[in-house]
């Protein structure tokens, strides 16, 4: 689902590089003294510096993790999903494993919550002291959450004897002559884990944002006047809203907090690692239920939540607005702004100066339904016409998708014979499916040589779509398509209806409304989940935590000149085993320490 182990860009309230530069620096020599266990307590930047650590080290959204699966192809030969999806994945070469980069973001949080209430962030006022302490705590365990469930997500799977393992639980900050060789927890242990340190976080995080407050009513529980201060009779609210008011926008916060506790609990409830427990499809409904209550439920649905890349989406948005924060309905949790074409440089067609890089497959563009909702397959009531495929689809394949004859910054983009470079397998830089990724890309940038352009992008951590999702999958499981026994105001199939119509879906939706068993409601959630977060990271770990096909051969379309005949071809297998329905431990450390168990089948 995510990239590790590359920087991000958060809204410090010091300046990131300044932190990063404390943290990088925190035990080299400068000015010919060393830094020394004591500079944290001396000069608390450095302290705070571990928490940069800690957030550097959380995973982004990774949509190259797509071509590792039926949904996409790379077409750089040496690239490593390509490699590991073609049988090279072992426990010595795993691209997806954020182990390393987690651990080391856990031992910085760690480090700094064995310190946090001995240090003096604000000497002269004890009123801004405290509020870092609460702030940086609250931070600290949310970020350890955070890094858990990305680990448990990668490596959680069985031993040799079937027992379900998760991850060594490190709740401690390890010092150079500590004993590194712990055993892995139970998944069920691990699972817990993360919720305890969730629980624990929220004592310290209870607001949903971080948004100024001008009354003491609004300020969140636990956050009363002695804390806040007061001067000439009047409440001091500036010394709270410098912490955790608009300058903290990005930051873990406890709405970010009660999203992921909604991951966790549908990843424990899945069935690669649970068999069909019904009290755990509840509890991973609820977590995201209650989320969803609180911007209205289906009412509170982005519109423009599927198209969140565009560029006048972006350009309308800004962490640093003042006075308060701008962000689009959508989002939960995402990077700030930056100017760069670097995502138009990897995947636009070879004509528009591009690498055409990651290229969706057939498979997926089969995925998408027609317009009045049917599926293409459906031969007794889709409209589907083979000999011309790309009429009247689902509105987001046009926007997520480019195709044979499709329109691209005002010219047609020709990936059949004829298509010059853009035609499928001409040069080394063209498709190799007879598709360009169209998803995440800014139209306006120009990559011509002699005058390109940038334009703003983020990386999304977490948006409400998925959540939506969450709720939908895990309701069907529990309650069947229409029940709503907690009272939420809605249920799996009004958030299918909600998001299907938002996608341009004809009304009404006479599809959905003949799927009347969980069966039928799991396969139509299961492909909106594919659709609407297609290539967005997603494919690889869903297919593994559902234990479907992960060996779907990759597939492309041959167009001829005139677009009359399309012949579908394989382009790239998919070579995985079994077990590898659970990804491995780094087997370096597996052999280093002893108590560190490998899932079952890995080597």
């Known amino acids: 689902m995510y990239k590790n182990m590359k920087s991000h860009t958060f809204l410090f ?46 995973p982004r959204c990774d949509y190259a993790s797509d071509a590792a699966t039926d949904d996409a192809v790379v077409n750089n030969k040496l690239d490593d999903y390509l490699r590991m999806a073609t049988g090279q994945w072992t426990a010595m070469f795993n691209p997806v494993s954020p182990w390393a980069s987690a651990f080391g973001g856990i031992q ?16 002269s006022d004890p009123t801004v002291n405290e509020l870092y302490r609460k702030k940086f705590k609250g931070e600290a365990y949310g970020i350890r959450a ?29 010092r150079q002559d500590a004993d590194f060789d712990l055993p892995r927890a139970s998944f069920t242990a691990s699972v817990q884990s993360i919720y305890d340190d969730i629980a624990e976080a929220l004592t310290y995080l209870t607001m949903d944002d971080y948004v100024d ?42 709405r970010i907090l009660k999203a992921l506790r909604a991951r966790v609990a549908l990843l424990a409830a899945s069935p690669a690692y649970s068999t069909d427990d019904a009290s755990l499809w509840a509890a991973a409904a609820g977590h995201a239920g209650v989320l969803l209550q609180s911007i209205g439920g289906v009412n509170g649905l982005d519109p423009e939540g599927h198209r969140y890349y565009l560029k006048a989406l972006v350009d309308n948005v800004d962490l640093t607005a003042q006075p308060a924060p701008k962000d689009q309905k959508e989002m939960i949790w ?38 009045d909702g049917y599926p293409i397959d459906d031969l007794l009531h889709s409209s589907y016409d083979p000999a011309n495929p790309y009429a009247n689809r689902d509105p987001r394949f046009y926007l ?18 004829g298509g010059a470079n853009d035609a499928r397998d001409s040069i080394p830089t063209s498709t190799r499916t007879g598709y360009y990724l169209k998803k995440h890309l800014v139209e306006e940038v120009n990559l011509i040589p002699t005058g390109p352009t940038t334009h703003y992008h983020y990386d999304v951590y977490m948006r409400y779509t998925e959540f939506f999702l969450i709720y939908a999958e895990a309701a069907n499981e529990a309650w069947g398509p229409d029940g709503d026994p907690q009272g939420y105001g809605f249920t799996a199939r009004d958030v299918i209806e909600a998001i299907r119509q938002r996608a341009g879906i004809s009304q009404p939706d006479s599809y959905l409304a003949s799927l009347s068993t969980k069966e039928d409601m799991r396969r139509m959630i299961r492909n909106e989940r594919r659709l609407e977060l297609c290539f967005e990271g997603f494919r690889f770990w869903d297919l593994r935590r559902w234990k479907e096909n992960i060996n779907e051969t990759a597939r492309g379309v041959e167009i001829d000149r005139n677009a009359t005949q399309y012949k579908y071809v394989d382009v790239e297998p998919r070579l995985y085993e079994d077990y590898m329905y659970y990804g491995p431990l780094p087997q370096q450390d597996v052999i280093r320490y002893g108590n560190l168990v490998q899932n079952r089948g890995w080597k």
């Open 13 to 58: 309230i010091l300046p990131a590089v300044c932190l990063l530069f404390a943290c990088e620096q925190l035990f080299e020599p400068v000015n010919d003294n060393h830094s020394t266990y004591e500079r944290l307590f001396k000069e608390p930047a450095f302290a705070e510096g571990l928490l940069s650590v800690g957030y550097q080290s959380v």
């Open 108 to 123: 910085s949080v760690n480090h700094l919550l064995s310190v946090v209430d001995s240090i003096n962030w604000k000497p």
């Open 146 to 174: 955070c890094l858990k469930f990305y680990v448990l997500m990668s490596v959680a799977g069985p031993d040799e004897s079937g027992n379900m393992l998760g991850i060594p639980i490190l709740n401690d900050y390890l």
């Open 213 to 254: 407050v001008k009354r003491e009513f609004d300020l969140p529980k636990g956050y009363g006047k002695a804390v806040i201060g007061t001067e000439n009779g009047q409440i001091l609210f500036s010394n709270y809203n410098t912490l955790f008011g608009n300058r903290s926008a990005g930051r873990i916060s406890g």
């Open 334 to 371: 995402r990077t700030g702004r930056s100017l760069s074409n670097s995502r138009e440089a990897a995947n636009y067609p070879p004509t528009f100066y591009g690498n055409g890089r990651y290229n969706p497959t057939q498979n997926i563009v089969n995925a998408f339904p027609m317009d």
């Open 400 to 417: 997520y998708v480019i195709h044979n004859n499709s329109t691209w910054k005002g010219v047609t983009v020709t990936t059949g014979v």
